[in-house]
């Protein structure tokens, strides 16, 4: 009798374990992403001229809504009526973003003209960077939810 209770209380415990585990545990929440989107670098840098004579050659990268890059290659595709292959080369020098040149028109009206002070400081990169993204938001069909300045050099 001791050997068939030694060898039953292991088993009941483990089922017993198991159903816990399965059915009354509740489930480890999912891990969160840090950057909720698509993160797509502009593929050219900029270079442009500061008010106070210099200059500032920086690359920008847009945080988009997930699946946005995607949604933008397949309409083109359809609008044209080719294959996902042919919509997706961009002209050289550009990259699949939908409205990219409107974009960099908006980085280049916005920074053109400012002081490298406002470029050098962490607070003025900020601003701009919101600035920015106000503009694409308001004025193409980009899906930003975030401007990035992933190398900036003020010379």
Do not use: C, W
Not at 28 to 56: C, I, M, S, T, W
Not at 69 to 86: D, F, Y
């Amino acid at each position: 009798m001791k050997k068939k209770l030694m060898i039953i209380l292991p088993v009941v415990l483990i089922v017993l374990g198991g159903a816990y585990k399965f059915v009354l545990a509740k489930p480890a929440e999912a891990h969160k992403p840090k950057v909720d989107g698509e993160v797509y670098v502009l593929p050219r840098d900029f270079l442009l001229n500061l008010r106070d004579g210099q200059f500032v050659k920086l690359n920008v990268a847009l945080v988009l809504e997930h699946g946005f890059l995607m949604e933008s290659v397949e309409e083109a595709a359809a609008a044209s009526g080719a294959g996902a292959e042919a919509a997706s080369e961009p002209p050289e020098g550009f990259g699949t973003l939908p409205q990219e040149a409107v974009v960099r028109d908006i980085v280049t009206n916005s920074i053109t003209g400012l002081s490298s002070k406002s470029l050098i400081r962490r607070e003025g990169r900020e601003k701009l960077k919101k600035r920015i993204l106000r503009k694409i938001v308001k004025n193409t069909d980009v899906k930003a939810e975030d401007v990035l300045f992933t190398d900036v050099a003020v010379q």
